[in-house]
């Protein structure tokens, strides 16, 4: 009787361990499913709502800060806002010196990067760039009263000012026995020229005019006629070819639509010129 009881003890706690095991593989499976279910979920919780864009703001009226606001403002900055809208997306700005666009582009930091940045075969070999949005030349700002300085002819020998990574920096670079200073903003190039650091600027024009009708009023002047015009563009990532077209139709539609030229106007005091609105 007593082994009776003891195999029937012994066949009952099989049959329960079984039924836990059983239980227990279930709730695994629960598990594991759920946690694939939660990561499903955040991968689509995860999707960018946002273009990352990368700016210089110190170069007045594309991009700078506002002293009253504190906010970042400017032709750029309305610009990417506007095609931002127009694709559905928010932009989120920041702010890095120019040298750094390109890099934090290639290290995937920033999506985006527009700040003034002429379209050349150099950077062209890093990152793809829209169609222009903007097409500006070059040119020359000396203090008042510099009687030297009145063209590119005249700077063989001279101290010039440049922002690092900058097409005027490429410019100055080609001139004989220059003695060039480079900058990681421009401002800073502006400020040694009233300081009496270096000879003259190279810069993009709009950029110039701003300064001398602004903090370098009475200070400095442009002279000169503008170096070569050249398109200005929007960078991503090289081979980003989806954010690439998104940008385009974008630009497109501002420019279709009048929102374009109602933010040229606002910065620019005057109509874009038909090239730019192709």
Not at 200 to 229: F, H, L, M, Q, S
Not at 237 to 262: P, Q, R
């Amino acid at each position: 009787l007593r082994r009776t009881l003891f195999l029937d003890r012994t066949e009952r706690s099989k049959d329960n361990n079984m039924k836990f095991k059983k239980i227990a593989a279930l709730l695994g499976a629960f598990t594991i499913a759920s946690s694939l279910l939660i990561a499903g979920c955040g991968q689509e919780g995860n999707s960018q709502k946002a273009w990352r864009v990368g700016t210089d703001a110190t170069y007045a009226p594309f991009g700078f800060k506002d002293k009253d606001s504190g906010k970042l403002a400017g032709f750029d900055i309305d610009i990417i806002n506007a095609i931002a809208n127009e694709e559905g997306i928010e932009a989120d700005i920041q702010n890095l010196n120019f040298d750094a666009l390109l890099p934090a582009l290639q290290s995937n930091t920033i999506d985006i990067a527009i700040s003034d940045m002429t379209i050349s075969e150099e950077r062209a070999k890093s990152v793809d760039f829209s169609k222009p949005y903007y097409i500006a030349g070059n040119g020359l700002v000396v203090n008042i009263d510099n009687t030297n300085i009145n063209s590119f002819k005249d700077l063989e020998g001279k101290r010039i000012g440049v922002s690092i990574g900058s097409t005027g920096a490429e410019i100055a670079s080609k001139i004989p026995n220059a003695d060039v200073h480079q900058f990681n903003i421009i401002v800073d190039a502006f400020l040694e020229l009233q300081n009496k650091g270096v000879d003259v600027v190279i810069n993009d024009t709009p950029v110039n005019e701003y300064y001398v009708n602004g903090k370098g009023k009475g200070i400095a002047k442009v002279t000169g006629e503008d170096y070569d015009a050249a398109p200005l563009g929007i960078a991503v990532k090289k081979g980003n070819t989806e954010l690439l077209n998104k940008i385009n139709d974008g630009l497109a539609k501002i420019k279709a639509n009048g929102k374009y030229a109602e933010i040229y106007k606002k910065w620019f005091g005057k109509e874009p010129p038909a090239e730019v609105l192709k």
